[in-house]
């Protein structure tokens, strides 16, 4: 059964950081480009982050390169989005989402086959 499961979300004031997991099952980890999106109310879902866990490669929005960085841990079958110096516009539903039919991530939604049911964070100002 493939799952994966976000946690992390909460609220922050600008400024502070949070940091997301994606929990995994084997099938959907192993050699997978392993994404992070997030969706703000009334718009569309936007590509964050992603990881090749079959290499390590990693690739990053330039909208929020140097404040956020993917890693994982191959152990857990987790990838975590460690996000610092919040604002207030990256506030959304994130979600997590795996690929495992290629082994160069997409930055486009439907290029992932599996997801996860999102997990909530709120940046006050």
């Known amino acids: 059964q493939v799952q994966l499961v976000e946690s992390g979300g909460g609220s922050v004031q600008a400024g502070g950081s949070l940091r997301l997991s994606c929990a995994a099952s084997?099938?959907?980890?192993?050699?997978?480009?392993m994404g992070w999106f997030r969706q703000a109310p009334g718009k569309e879902r936007v590509w964050v982050a992603a990881v090749y866990t079959g290499g390590g490669s990693t690739y990053t929005a330039d909208s929020v390169k140097g404040r956020f960085t993917i890693s994982q841990d191959n152990a857990k079958n987790t990838v975590y989005l460690q996000m610092n110096s919040l604002k207030p516009e990256d506030s959304a539903m994130y979600y997590c989402?795996?690929?495992?039919?290629?082994?160069?991530?997409?930055?486009?939604?439907?290029?992932?086959?599996?997801w996860g049911q999102g997990t909530q964070v709120t940046v006050s100002s």
């Open positions: 084997r099938y959907a980890y192993s050699d997978s480009c």
């Open positions: 989402a795996a690929d495992n039919t290629r082994t160069s991530c997409s930055g486009t939604a439907y290029a992932y086959n599996y």
